[in-house]
């Protein structure tokens, strides 16, 4: 442990930042608390610095989190992935980018979450978490789906896009005229099928799944 009090020294020359946190990894419990209890003790007294005690605490690997990322265990080793407090910071930021009553054009609209993706999934690329990207996608889907529901407004447009899609005459008037809620004609078979990931591909949305599998071939 000395060692280690020493190598936090020399890492950083004796300065730290105004706030500065780090984790610190062992193999038990006991083990942890033992280490929270030397390092505080350490910086408070030979740094002569204050330590949040709020803010430190001893957790699992898989409720931790740093920089954005926290672990998983397999039966054979430890995986990093992304925490879920994150894939909840990026799904708040994709609501407000497909807000309906936001008035810009859909063009402009990919744009500006293509930005947010890439920077993004760049970051968060190295961890495994395919699943998370999955409903991450699956949700902005649902998003632009109810956006483009929307701006056909009238029934009338709603029959003729629908018909460009493939469907049916007497399916579009039957979907063209239907009282449900956004949320649930987004989610409908129609709308799934024609309003798929192709289509929204083809107006140029960063397709986050097939950059993330490009990263991990063997997932």
Sequence with gaps: MREYHVRICERLRGRFPGSTRFNIYVKTAKAAERVKEGVGKFIEKKLKLRVNKEK??????TKAKILGFSFWKRPSNWVIRIAPSSVIKLKAK???LTKRSWGISMDHRILRINQLLQGWINYFGISKSKSAIVGIEELLRTRLRVIRWK????????????VKLG?????????ANTRKSYTRIAHSPILMTTLNNNYFKQLGLFQLLERYMSKHPSY
């Design 167 to 175: 469907v049916s005459k007497g399916l579009a008037y039957q979907h």
């Design 94 to 96: 994709l609501k407000v």
């Design 56 to 61: 430190t605490k001893v957790k699992t690997p």
């Design 151 to 162: 701006e056909w407004k009238r029934t009338r447009t709603k029959i003729r896009e629908l």
